[in-house]
């Protein structure tokens, strides 16, 4: 196709990407309260709207017309600038994150993703790194000490856990011998025997499964790795000193890295949009990986919020040790087995 | 030209940020406009076609050493510089010559530059054939930069940690309950 | 098509923006970074003869750059620790006599 159509195209992408991904993280936060509030013996959000499905809107009235205040020593560029930081390099993944085959719409024969790189896991735990510095230079900015705690705490644990992340993601990769995302997920297309699907945790990355699993929960600063950002601890961390719209973007930045990562668990370990779709007309299954995609995505947040709802938290020094002293020699271990099995088998 | 445009943007943000380093006075704005050198130069290596230097770029270089900067930064509450005398004398100095220097280089380089073109992605260096490259004919020194960063995580550990706080951890816990 | 000299040229400007911040600054974590910034145009050079002469091993060699520079980075961050620790100064000239 013309550069002109590509350009279009990928706008139209990134505009749909966009408004799916905002209003994913704007449910998943009402999907949290009311799964928490269950778990809890309560309700949960209901009277906003049946069920309380208008929570998310009646929020995001009340964040655009709460007062912005700034404290008055802060460090003001980066106070103003560490939530959009922080919300954009979370928006950013979605960029290389495939959620289907490639369709035709229009005579326009495209993929369903807005790119393809060949490195594009590397681009993922790339942004994720750079994730970091929304969260430091918030908690330095604010000249707060909780703030500052909570943002050194939070920072030196995102990046001890970004290296078991990394290396619980090597077994996959020689499994499927490429960096690029849709190779991996093609990688474990078909069936054994016609019902057991082919995915990577079904191909011995069992163990890496959980490590990655361990290893998302605590980058994403959720319980039981959440001391960075607890109440009863530090106030709220590195968000103390942030309200309104500011706190709003952090809020959104945070759903929206548990959606990237539970995407990536999902394309690495389950098989991405791969399920019984040999059935029906051909609109429906053109839409079909999409919905299975949209449903495995699903089951990963629920088991995030399920294990919010019931797990204490890790002290600060329990949680360093458990990455670097359990972690990191379990998910190398993993690494040796899968090279040894691999190489053994050529 | 599509390439000579993206180049002259990122080539002006990584020389804009690199000034903007030595302008402010404020390390945290130096160590954030090393961030943004940093993510520009990661452009230029994927414009001459090197993918996985560039993503490692951005991972390694940017996202820990330059966090390893920033924690020290917020650690020691490092404030703004002061002028010196001495620093007064080298500005003085060092500026002028700087920039000569420079300009004498640059002005060889375009002179007598029978170097030619360089295509967009002129040598891919897709990850497969970095790594073959690292573990059959770079295998020593791979190994050797292990070593090395072993040798370095030791010594930052005890260079870093509090005095006396390794080895005599034991006997002062004994002075406390005796 | 880019000449190989508009790289070599902004490789040499990102050198002498380093060998600069490394003269004039007093602050001891900038001097760090221009050290920094110094090898990383030192990479870029690397990497566009690498395109030029199509020999990999250049790409190779800035990983081991890297590496470098990051254990450098890891100890002399310590160092600057160590030092901050006992003078209680950041200004690289007050750091100027062996006596406290």
């Not at chain 1, 290296?163 to 078909?190: K, M, P």
């Not at chain 1, 919010?308 to 949680?319: I, N």
């Not at chain 1, 190398?332 to 088998?345: E, Q």
């Not at chain 2, 690199?18 to 390390?27: E, G, K, T, Y």
Request: aromatic share 12%; charged share 10%.
């Amino acid at each position: 196709m013309g550069i002109g159509t590509f350009i279009l195209v990928s706008i139209i992408k990134i505009v749909v990407a966009i408004g799916v991904l905002l209003t994913a993280v704007a449910y998943t936060v009402w999907l949290e309260r009311k799964v928490v509030g269950h778990i809890q013996n309560r309700w949960g959000p209901t009277r906003v709207g049946p069920f309380g499905l208008l929570q998310p809107l009646a929020d995001g009235v009340k964040f655009i017309f709460k007062e912005d205040l700034i404290p008055p020593h802060a460090y003001k560029p980066l106070f103003i600038a560490a939530p959009m930081i922080a919300l954009i390099f979370a928006l950013t993944s979605i960029s290389v994150i495939p959620i289907g085959n490639w369709i035709t719409v229009f005579g326009i024969h495209t993929p369903l993703e807005i790119t393809d790189v060949n490195i594009g896991l590397l681009v993922v735990l790339g942004i994720t790194s750079l994730g970091v510095y929304g969260v430091a230079l918030a908690g330095w900015s604010s000249n707060s000490k909780y703030s500052l705690l909570g943002g050194l705490r939070a920072s030196a644990q995102m990046v001890s856990y970004e290296i078991s992340l990394g290396l619980s993601l090597v077994g996959v990769l020689i499994l499927a011998g490429s960096f690029s995302l849709r190779d991996i997920v093609d990688a474990q297309a078909g069936t054994y025997w016609g019902f057991i699907p082919r995915w990577n945790i079904f191909q011995g990355q069992f163990i890496a499964f959980f490590i990655y699993l361990m290893a998302a929960y605590a980058e994403t600063n959720r319980i039981p790795f959440d001391l960075p950002e607890a109440e009863t601890e530090l106030v709220a961390g590195y968000h103390t000193e942030y309200s309104a719209m500011k706190f709003a973007m952090f809020f959104m930045a945070e759903y929206a890295n548990m959606i990237t990562v539970a995407s990536l668990a999902t394309l690495l370990f389950l098989g991405g949009w791969h399920g019984p779709h040999r059935f029906g007309p051909p609109l429906l299954q053109a839409i079909l990986p999409v919905f299975w995609f949209a449903a495995k995505i699903f089951a990963f947040l629920f088991l995030y919020i399920w294990v919010r709802g019931t797990l204490p938290r890790f002290r600060y020094d329990q949680l360093m040790a458990f990455g670097w002293k359990f972690l990191l020699p379990l998910a190398i271990a993993n690494l040796v087995i899968t090279a040894l099995i691999v190489a053994l088998r050529a | 030209m599509l390439h000579l445009l993206v180049f002259s943007v990122f080539g002006l943000v990584c020389v804009a940020g690199a000034v903007n380093l030595l302008v402010q006075r404020h390390p945290i704005n130096s160590a954030l406009s090393l961030v943004v050198v940093m993510g520009s130069l990661a452009v230029e290596y994927l414009l001459l076609g090197a993918e996985f230097v560039a993503a490692v770029q951005v991972i390694v270089y940017a996202g820990a050493i330059m966090v390893l900067f920033v924690f020290v930064i917020m650690l020691l509450n490092a404030g703004e510089e002061e002028r010196t005398k001495g620093s007064r004398v080298a500005m003085l100095f060092g500026i002028p010559g700087m920039l000569i220097g420079s300009v004498l280089v640059a002005w060889v380089l375009l002179e007598h530059s029978g170097t030619g073109n360089v295509a967009t992605g002129a040598l891919p260096g897709p990850p497969k054939v970095i790594g073959w490259l690292l573990f059959h004919d770079f295998l020593l020194p791979f190994e050797v930069t292990s070593v090395l960063v072993l040798i370095a995580i030791m010594g930052a550990v005890v260079l870093a940690s509090h005095p006396g706080s390794v080895e005599q951890r034991s006997t002062h816990e004994d002075k406390r309950e005796g | 098509m880019v000449p190989l000299s508009y790289y070599l040229v902004l490789s040499g400007i990102l050198f002498a923006c380093g060998v600069t911040g490394f003269l004039i600054k007093r602050n001891i974590i900038t001097i760090f970074m221009s050290i920094e910034l110094m090898l990383n145009g030192v990479n870029l050079s690397f990497v566009a003869f690498a395109a030029q002469w199509h020999a990999l091993s250049g790409q190779v060699f800035v990983f081991f750059v890297m590496v470098v520079a990051a254990a450098e980075s890891a100890v002399g961050l310590a160092i600057i620790i160590a030092v901050y620790r006992t003078r209680e100064t950041l200004n690289v000239d007050r750091v100027n006599l062996l006596k406290l």
